[in-house]
């Protein structure tokens, strides 16, 4: 059984750039979420997807976007890149209904803003 | 409200020892409480889960304590092994974690001596 995959593992960007960052969640799952992991903050959650539509937003700014498509797969963007986005950007998927999901993380998605 | 927080930081013991990591927490409206463990390099994985109707878990040599009307938590590790090595995460969560929008305590870099 495929696990969570993030792709790129890791990309190095400028200030003022703009990335989008790709999940592809466990087959059969519905529901993708996004955490921001740093040393100082940990891990944070930015949003969650479940069946195309955003159900949870953390306390992000507005530069921090995502989408999931008919497939379950997920993109985060973030514009206007910042030095403080550096970071490691995890996707969980789950079933994403009622009961405990166990939340299952991909590797990550390494951002180092320069 | 929605701060979880966990001590201590760093924590190091003897194989055979018995870490406990403690968690707390302000929301009363959490009601699942989830603890992963992370190896570099990895996503975090979930190690074990409590809802608030139960006082105590165990799964292997892990098990989670919870006292409800204090609002802390927290995970013990029975017989360590220097495999046990890892950051550890405690963090809640509510709709009986059905949905993926956790809120992660800061984690407990764990070590392990042969």
């Known amino acids: 059984k495929a696990g969570v995959t993030q792709t790129p593992r890791y990309l190095i960007k400028t200030r003022g750039q703009q990335v989008t960052l790709s999940c592809s969640p466990i087959?059969?799952?519905?529901?993708v979420s996004w955490y921001q992991q740093t040393p100082g903050q940990g891990l944070q959650f930015l949003f969650e997807?479940?069946?195309?539509?955003?159900?949870n937003k953390g306390n992000f700014p507005g530069r921090f976007s995502g989408r999931q498509f008919s497939n379950s797969r997920s993109e985060m963007n973030v514009s206007t890149l910042e030095l403080g986005d550096s970071a490691l950007y995890l996707c969980?998927?789950?079933?994403?209904?009622?009961?405990?999901?166990?939340?299952?993380f991909g590797a990550g998605s390494r951002l180092t803003v320069l | 409200q929605q701060q979880v927080k966990q001590s201590p930081q760093f924590l190091i013991v003897q194989k055979g020892g018995i870490p406990i990591i403690n968690c707390a927490y302000e929301n009363t409206a959490f009601d699942y409480f989830p603890w992963y463990q992370q190896f570099p390099g990895k996503g975090p994985a979930l190690l074990i889960a409590?809802?608030?109707?139960?006082s105590e878990k165990k799964e292997g040599r892990f098990t989670i304590s919870f006292n409800k009307s204090a609002k802390q938590f927290s995970l013990h590790i029975m017989d360590s092994q220097p495999g046990d090595s890892a950051t550890y995460f405690c963090a809640a969560g509510r709709g009986g974690g059905s949905q993926g929008n956790l809120i992660f305590g800061k984690g407990t870099k764990l070590s392990v001596k042969p």
């Open positions: 969980a998927s789950s079933w994403g209904q009622t009961g405990a999901n166990v939340l299952t």
């Open positions: 087959s059969g799952h519905r529901s």
């Open positions: 409590i809802r608030p109707d139960v």
């Open positions: 997807y479940f069946s195309e539509t955003q159900r």
